[in-house]
């Protein structure tokens, strides 16, 4: 028997501390869509409010600009987000800067992007950028009974 192998041992995990332990997980798919629903009907509601006050197609092409980097880069989530309970953060699970958040933005005019998620739980906007939306953990969990 060679030195230094002991069968009985329990194998070393391959770790370093360089990496950051992933512990956040991915929205689903449903909380994504639902996500868009609420999201878009928001978008909607203030673009009719501005078509109503008179204001131009400008105001209207800034609100589709301007909306996921506002909310996005100030508080990590939409108001689609607030209401599934889920945030946006980085690969690195960091908050996302203004260019992660602007890169999603501008994927998001690409045509047939919502189809990119068809298979696979992140789109295109999530790659290109280098974020995922994931669940909060903010919420209190129960505690478990065994």
Sequence with gaps: MSEGLNPF?????????????????????????????????????????????????????LVLLAYYPFFETVYGKTPGKWFTNTRVVTDDEEKPTFRHVLV????????????SFFFRIRG??????????????????RKRRD
Excluded: C
């Design 9 to 61: 041992e329990p194998p070393k995990a391959e770790w370093s501390e360089s990496e950051p332990v992933r512990y956040l997980r991915d929205a689903s798919q449903g909380a994504r869509f639902v996500n868009s629903l609420v999201d878009g009907g928001t978008q909607w509601l203030i673009m009719t409010a501005l078509a109503f006050l008179g204001l131009g197609e400008v105001a209207i092409f």
């Design 104 to 115: 999603r933005t501008l994927v998001r005019f690409i045509p047939f992007e919502p189809f």
């Design 124 to 141: 295109w906007h999530d790659v290109w950028s280098g974020t995922r939306v994931v669940r909060d953990r903010k919420r209190k969990r």
